[in-house]
């Protein structure tokens, strides 16, 4: 059974970084795409960033294009999304999913993702 497990999140000043980990177990497919997502309160959940694990090809919503860079160990079989320069819009609950890679891209579409880990809190405050 797949399980991923999300750390790193907390409570920051505006400008501040954070670093995500999202921890993958028993998988046993090795392509695949993993995505971080978030969902603030009383909004829906966004793609944030995702990278396919075979190559590193990686994409990311237009919101944090220069600002959020996802990377992976693939020894650690653990996903880490780098937040630079946060913003108060950025406060939400942070997830981590996986889909396996059948072909096509890894982009961060909430409803192709099938396995969710529990996320992490990121508050970003003024």
């Known amino acids: 059974q797949v399980q991923l497990v999300e750390s790193g999140g907390g409570s920051v000043q505006t400008g501040e970084s954070l670093r995500l980990s999202c921890a993958v177990s028993?998988?046993?497919?090795?392509?695949?795409?993993v995505g971080w997502f978030r969902q603030a309160p009383g909004k829906e959940r966004e793609g944030v960033a995702g990278?396919?694990?075979?190559?590193?090809?990686?994409w990311y919503a237009d919101s944090v294009k220069g600002r959020f860079t996802i990377s992976q160990d693939s020894v650690k079989n653990t996903t880490y999304l780098q937040l630079n320069n946060l913003e108060p819009e950025d406060t939400a609950m942070y997830y981590c999913?996986?889909?396996?890679?059948?072909?096509?891209?890894?982009?961060?579409?909430?409803?192709?993702?099938?396995?969710w880990g529990q996320g992490t809190q990121v508050t970003v405050s003024s």
């Open positions: 028993g998988a046993t497919y090795s392509r695949s795409c």
């Open positions: 999913a996986r889909k396996v890679w059948y072909g096509g891209t890894c982009y961060p579409d909430p409803k192709n993702y099938d396995t």
């Open positions: 990278i396919y694990n075979s190559g590193g090809f990686t």
